[in-house]
């Protein structure tokens, strides 16, 4: 079983996002992302929810997160990848959809 680093562990708030407002963002519920301590998490966000599996990635000598996610939008199967970066209190990063959309987004964590 693999390890998630416990600065990325926790649930984050979703504060904004490149495609999206906010009261899309919270829409359902306020928009968040959730990394278990063994790299699991689910996000939600508008009508999007998602299961997720991380990875620690380097880039560009910068320690990241990237993750693949299946799940629903608007009640139709999704699925995806993503990433996301922590600097101080901050997480930002990307969420792809296979075929779709794509959304920078910005998180504090709770």
Do not use: N
Not at 16 to 27: H, L, R, V, Y
Not at 44 to 63: N, P
Request: hydrophobic share 35%; aromatic share 12%.
């Amino acid at each position: 079983m693999k390890s998630m680093k416990k600065a990325y562990v926790g649930k984050w708030r979703i504060q904004e996002m490149d495609a999206w407002d906010k009261d899309f963002i919270d829409m359902i519920v306020p928009g968040h992302l959730i990394i278990e301590k063994d790299g699991t998490g689910f996000f939600q966000f508008g009508t999007v929810e998602g299961e997720i599996d991380c990875r620690i990635e380097k880039v560009h000598d910068k320690e990241r997160i990237d993750f693949s996610w299946e799940g629903e939008e608007e009640g139709d199967s999704a699925s995806g990848r993503g990433w996301a970066s922590i600097e101080g209190e901050r997480m930002t990063g990307k969420i792809y959809f296979h075929l779709g959309d794509e959304s920078g987004f910005k998180a504090t964590k709770e």
